[in-house]
């Protein structure tokens, strides 16, 4: 299965319980389809964003960054994607296609 790494923009001004519920929604949605959570990855909390981005009908400045990495076939991806995509919890959102085998991983010392 091939390592994929969700990046993924959420309001500004969550509780800790939504965005702990937003991140346990992502994992079971890749869990639930055989997937596996490699790791989450918070980024940033409330920082301004780049430009001004909309999405369900409001206009944000700000938001929390956060990234998470897991295994599962591509079907997966989407379905992670239309999911959050609908929740109002989320700004944006795409996924990055890091490996394709968990072999081909390599830390930076083996390059060199």
């Known amino acids: 299965?091939?390592?994929?790494?969700?990046?993924?923009?959420?309001?500004?001004?969550?509780t800790q319980g939504s965005m702990k519920d937003l991140l346990k929604k992502s994992a079971l949605?890749?869990?639930d389809r055989g997937g596996a959570v490699r790791g989450f990855v918070n980024i940033g909390r409330e920082?301004?964003?780049?430009y001004h981005m909309k999405r369900?009908?409001?206009?944000?400045?700000?938001g929390s960054f956060w990234l998470m990495h897991y295994f599962s076939n591509p079907k997966t991806s989407d379905v992670l994607?239309?999911?959050l995509k609908l929740d109002a919890r989320v700004i944006r959102c795409n996924v990055v296609k890091v490996t394709?085998?968990?072999?081909?991983m390599v830390s930076a010392g083996e390059r060199l």
């Open 1 to 14: 299965m091939p390592l994929y790494e969700l990046v993924c923009i959420s309001r500004s001004g969550m």
């Open 29 to 31: 949605t890749v869990l």
């Open 47 to 50: 920082q301004p964003l780049p």
């Open 56 to 62: 369900h009908m409001e206009t944000h400045t700000h």
């Open 81 to 83: 994607i239309n999911q």
């Open 100 to 104: 394709d085998r968990l072999g081909q």
